[in-house]
């Protein structure tokens, strides 16, 4: 691993995040209506709503309250949120690991069904073979890879929690284990659909090469040929597509979380939108900028270790 190599993305980290800083922060602006009022509630008088905006450092310069904001953040200090009337730093970080949680077991059930089926149906299919299997794998994976999300939740919740009552349609603090099931099912299944179709095509381009012709050749079985052989050369394009699917099921997350009340930071972030609470807003929203700006930086590390083209690229 060269220097320049970890400089070059250690860099492109530093200004995500320094991007992120600053497009949370004008997220206050933006916000409809007035955060003080949201934060002096419904019934409040102009005193008390006056009193909100100068609690808040509304009333304050933009400049001012930029550095502020940015000196909190140094200080790990996010605000505070006045809808739940707790530090947004604690709040984020007890959502975090149900978000982290269901998005990192999304991902490996994603890896361990796609890559052995992807490659199952490329190795059957090789030279033209069974082509009723490759259309119907190509046309199945496809309509299923292209379903949002949230319509797959809610598919899901109609089957499994309405009709055969087999699951919970929510999250149960008592059942955390079997509440996890549908959401990661919601998650999973279309990046499984997504993954499976490259390493399919992957598949059918590596067992054309002339080393994998050889193996075959040297009759050394199908085990050691495609485990040994083909899939080390499926890992660079699997290995990228995993990190980006994985940033995807993060932005996932906030509709399938909100459709089975997962405690994570989707559900936290339509709560905090809907109360207008404005720290908890960036809060969230900063932390999984920084969250998907470190994962790519994760990935781009371990292609570098893999395939060294990616270090000098």
Known sequence: MTRSFLARRLGGLAGTVVVAVVLTFVIVPLIPGDPAVSAAGPDATIEQIERARTELGLDRPLAERFVDYVGGLLQGDMGHSFSLNAPVTDVVFGRLPFTAGLAFASLAVVLLVAVPLGMAVGVLTR???????????????????????????????????????????????SRVGISLVLPLMALAIP?????????????????????????????????????????????????TL??????????????????????????????????????????????????????????????GLVDPRVRHG
């Not at 073979?129 to 949002?148: E, K, M, N, Q």
């Not at 932005?251 to 908890?280: H, Q, R």
Request: contains cysteine; aromatic residues 10%; proline residues 4%.
């Open 242 to 303: 995993s990190g980006i699917i994985l940033i995807g099921m993060l932005g996932g997350a906030i509709t399938v979380e909100t459709v089975f009340s997962w405690p994570g930071l989707g559900l936290g972030i339509v709560n905090a939108v809907t109360a207008k609470d404005y720290p908890l807003i960036q809060g969230i929203v900063l932390v999984l900028a920084v969250l998907a700006a470190a994962l790519t930086l994760a990935v781009d590390i371990v292609l």
């Open 127 to 173: 030279g033209g073979r069974r082509r009723w299997l490759d259309s119907a794998f190509g046309y199945t994976t496809a309509v299923v890879a292209a379903i949002p999300p949230y319509v797959m939740a809610t598919f899901l919740v109609l089957v499994f929690a309405v009709s055969l009552q087999v699951l919970p349609p929510a999250y149960s603090r």
């Open 191 to 239: 990046s499984i659909c997504f993954i499976a179709r490259v390493v399919r095509r992957e598949t059918a381009v590596v067992l054309e090469q002339d080393y994998l012709r050889t193996a075959r050749g040297w009759r050394l079985g199908a085990l050691r040929t495609y485990g040994r052989y083909a899939l080390p050369n499926l890992l660079t394009s699997t290995l």
